[in-house]
């Protein structure tokens, strides 16, 4: 069993910063890529930022230049660094994560979602 804690989220006047924290925890092989991913109300979900385990990292194209995505391979821990914010950055932001895990015969992937941290951005 894996699971993806999310913390960092809250309440933010615009041109504010906040800094997401995920942590994953369980029977871990090793960790993928991880990313973060948004959701506001009436949208679909999509990508925020991703990072690989040896640290190329992508971004959606409107936090590149505000946001940055890290992770502490030692600690199973995904980083979000939001700086500048925006009213339109409000959303629930949730971690994602490509989990390798044993089995009998070899390894597997399998994708973990965490519960989601409320981000909201006061104009």
């Known amino acids: 069993q894996v699971q993806l804690v999310e913390s960092g989220g809250g309440l933010v006047q615009a041109g504010g910063s906040l800094r997401l924290s995920c942590a994953a925890s369980g029977n871990i092989f090793s960790i993928n890529v991880m990313g973060w991913y948004r959701q506001a109300p009436g949208k679909q979900r999509e990508l925020v930022a991703g990072?690989?385990?040896?640290?190329?990292?992508n971004y959606a194209d409107s936090v590149k230049g505000r946001f940055t995505i890290s992770r502490d391979n030692g600690k199973n821990t995904v980083y979000l660094q939001m700086n500048s914010l925006k009213p339109e950055d409000t959303a629930v932001y949730y971690c994602?994560?490509?989990?390798?895990?044993?089995?009998?015969?070899?390894?597997?992937?399998?994708?973990?979602w965490g519960q989601g941290t409320q981000v909201t951005v006061s104009s």
């Open positions: 994602n994560a490509g989990v390798e895990l044993a089995s009998g015969s070899g390894t597997y992937v399998n994708y973990y």
């Open positions: 990072i690989t385990r040896g640290g190329s990292t």
